[in-house]
């Protein structure tokens, strides 16, 4: 369900501020995973086809990776729905999901033993920049993504900062 849409990028906006973003409320069902990829696929195909930016292969499928990982995560250890936001700020999309869990994750240290819980290492790996801050309610995970790829055609990840 769409609950936010196009900001017009007027004269009124301050640098940072997104061009374009649109909020979704998720409702935690079995479901809900593969609702928030179609969302951001919907999402970059307007940036691209709609406003013209360059969107690389690579971020549509990191961005739907980290918004499968991110949702799934919430899905997993928060009850209750699921809101997510996607928004073009410059040259990345963010990613930012909200759930009702105000326990603030944090990645584990690598295990190739371990079967699952790799979610948080994953996105951390692929997202230029990755927040979690906790709100009066929850927690508000944000990664950013560059919306085209490295300089010199690698593609390769900037890393966290």
């Known amino acids: 369900m769409l609950v936010g849409s196009e900001v017009d990028g ?18 935690g069902d079995d479901g809900c995973i593969a609702e928030a990829r179609h969302h951001a696929v919907a999402f970059l195909e ?7 930016l360059e969107v690389s292969a690579r971020a549509m499928d990191l961005t739907q990776l980290v918004v499968s990982e991110l949702v799934t995560n919430a899905r997993k250890y928060a009850p209750g729905p699921v809101l997510m936001e996607l928004r073009v700020v410059d040259a990345s999309v ?15 240290a690598a ?11 994953i996105v951390k790996a692929v997202a230029e920049d990755l927040t979690v801050r906790q709100e009066g309610v929850g ?13 010199g055609g690698d593609g390769a990840a900037r890393g966290p900062k």
């Open 10 to 27: 007027g004269d009124c906006r301050t640098p940072g501020d997104p061009s374009l973003h649109a909020g979704f409320a998720l409702g």
């Open 46 to 52: 307007q940036a691209r086809g709609g406003h013209h």
């Open 94 to 108: 963010e990613v930012v999901v909200w759930d009702s869990d105000p326990t603030v994750p944090a990645a584990r």
């Open 111 to 121: 295990d190739p033993g371990r079967i699952g819980q790799h979610g948080l290492e």
């Open 139 to 151: 927690k508000r995970i944000t990664a950013r993504i560059a919306l085209s790829d490295a300089p």
